[in-house]
C-alpha cells in the first residue's frame, strides 16, 4: 500500500492551491485501491476540510506514514518531514538565494524532491503548471487596468468571482475600444491568454497587419519565439539553437512598442534571454500604456517590472522618465501588473486543472517506481543531488 499525503500550505502568504481536488482523491481511491490518500487539515486551503471528508477521504494533522507528499509552494523547513518523497515547486534550479535553506535542508534530512517545474515531455515542453490559468487572470487584469486608466470600461476583480465559469458571464455585452493586444509567448501561459482573447471578442491577426494597419475593432497578435527573437549575426531563429545560445539573439520587439496599446507578457525568461526592450527604448514614441507581466521576473524580460504586487492591489504605475514606481493609471506613467500567484484568483479552477494533468501523465510513473520523466525532474534523491543537477553543488554549499 503506497500513502500519499496532501500537505498543508505552510509559505506566508498562504497559497490556497491543492494538487489534487476532493473529486480526484475519491478517483483514486476508487480505481487505485492499492492508494491510500491522506489530507492534512487546512483552513486555507480552497477545498475545505469537510469536502474531502464528504469524498470518503481521511483528514488529519499527522502525515508521518505517508510515502509521498504533494505541495504547491516551498515547504517550510521546519515543515519538512525526514526521509519522504516529495513533489512541490522549489524555485531552486535557479539557484534562487532565498531557497538555499531549503535545499540544504531537504539533502540533510534524506528527502527525495521532484520538482514540479522541471517535469519535462522530450521535447523540453513544460508537462505540469498552473500556467493557463495564470494567462487567464494575468489577461483579464490587463484589460481590467486598461479600463481603469481610461475609463471606457469597468471589470470585476477575479477573486471575487465564485469561479472561471461565473467570471466570463463579465465578458459578455463587453465592448473593447479599438485597441491593440501584444501577446508574446506559446506555452500555456500564452494559451490562457488567448482563451480570454477570444471570450472578449478581440480578433487574432497576422504580425505584418498588425504593425501597418489600424483596426476599427480591437485585435491582438500572438508573438512567438521567431517573432521575439533573431540571431545577431545570421538573422535567423532556430528553438533549439536559441534555447542553448540565447546570448547569440537579439530581440525583435521594438517595433511592437510603436503601436501595441496593452502587451500580455508570457515569455520564459532568464539573465542570458534578451529583454523584450530596455529602459532606453521607453521615450516618445514607445505608445505601450498597460503591460501585464504574466511570467512576472523583476526587471526580466520586461525590465518595468519593479517587483511583485498582490492580489488586492495588483497595478502600480512606473514614470516614463525616472523609472520609480508611481501610483497607477496616470499620464506619465506605464502601468504594470505584476503578481506572482495569479492562479490563487481562481484556485477551484486552478487545482482541478493541476491534478488532471498530475493523474493523467505523472502520478502513474511515480506509483510504478520511476521513469526518464521522474528521473530528470528528481533533484534530490534520498539526500543526493542527482547527477542532473549536479550544477547546484556550489549553491547548496
Known amino acids: 500500500m503506497t500513502v500519499i499525503g496532501l500537505i498543508k ?8 492551491r491543492v494538487a489534487l481536488t476532493p473529486a480526484q482523491c475519491k478517483w483514486l481511491k476508487i480505481n487505485l485501491p492499492n492508494v491510500k490518500i491522506l489530507v492534512e487539515s487546512s483552513a486555507t486551503r480552497c477545498f475545505s476540510d469537510a469536502e474531502y471528508k464528504q469524498a470518503g477521504i481521511e483528514v488529519t494533522n499527522d502525515l508521518t506514514s505517508c510515502d509521498i507528499l504533494l505541495g504547491i509552494k516551498e515547504v517550510p523547513v521546519d515543515m519538512l518531514i525526514a526521509n519522504k518523497t516529495y513533489l512541490f515547486f522549489s524555485h531552486t534550479k535557479k539557484q534562487q538565494p532565498h531557497n538555499r535553506k531549503l535545499i540544504k535542508a531537504i539533502i540533510e534530512k534524506n528527502i527525495t524532491l521532484i520538482d514540479y517545474e522541471c517535469l519535462e515531455h522530450d521535447d523540453g515542453q ?20 486598461f479600463g481603469n486608466r481610461t ?13 472561471y465559469r461565473s467570471l466570463i458571464h463579465h465578458y459578455f455585452g463587453l465592448k473593447l475600444p479599438n485597441i491593440k493586444i501584444a501577446v508574446t509567448g506559446s506555452g500555456r501561459v ?40 533573431t540571431h545577431q549575426e545570421n538573422k535567423t531563429y532556430k528553438r533549439e539553437h536559441f534555447h542553448q545560445n540565447p546570448t547569440e539573439y537579439r530581440s525583435r520587439f521594438l517595433p511592437y512598442t510603436k503601436c501595441t496599446d496593452i502587451l500580455m507578457n508570457g515569455v520564459y525568461w532568464d539573465e542570458n534571454i ?22 512576472d521576473d523583476e526587471h526580466g524580460s520586461v525590465p518595468l517590472n519593479l517587483g511583485d504586487q498582490t492580489i488586492e492591489n495588483p497595478v502600480y504605475g512606473v514614470d516614463k522618465k525616472t523609472f520609480l514606481k508611481t501610483e497607477p493609471y ?16 481562481l484556485p477551484r479552477d486552478a487545482s482541478r486543472y493541476f491534478g488532471e494533468q498530475l493523474l493523467k501523465y505523472i502520478l502513474g510513473d511515480i506509483l510504478n517506481g520511476a521513469s526518464d520523466i521522474i528521473t530528470r525532474a528528481t533533484i534530490i534523491n534520498q539526500g543526493k543531488l542527482t547527477k542532473e543537477f549536479s550544477y547546484l553543488e556550489n549553491y547548496v554549499k
Do not use: W
Not at 509559505?11 to 490556497?16: F, R
Open 9 to 16: 500550505e505552510g509559505k506566508i502568504p498562504s497559497d490556497n
Open 330 to 345: 496616470l499620464p506619465s506613467s506605464i502601468d504594470i501588473v505584476a503578481v506572482g500567484n495569479l492562479p490563487n484568483e
Open 190 to 229: 500564452a494559451h490562457g491568454i488567448i482563451e480570454v482573447m477570444n471570450l472578449m471578442g478581440v480578433h487574432e491577426v497576422e504580425a505584418d497587419e498588425y504593425l501597418e494597419k489600424k483596426f476599427s475593432y480591437p485585435v491582438y497578435v500572438q508573438l512567438k519565439g521567431a517573432d521575439l527573437y
Open 126 to 145: 513544460r508537462i505540469i503548471g498552473f500556467g493557463f490559468f495564470a494567462g487567464i487572470v494575468g489577461a483579464h487584469n490587463g484589460i481590467m487596468a
Open 151 to 163: 475609463g471606457l470600461f469597468q471589470l470585476p476583480r477575479v477573486y471575487q468571482c465564485k469561479d
Open 274 to 295: 534578451p529583454r523584450l526592450f530596455e529602459l532606453t527604448d521607453v521615450n516618445e514614441r514607445f505608445v505601450t500604456t498597460t503591460i501585464a507581466d504574466i511570467t
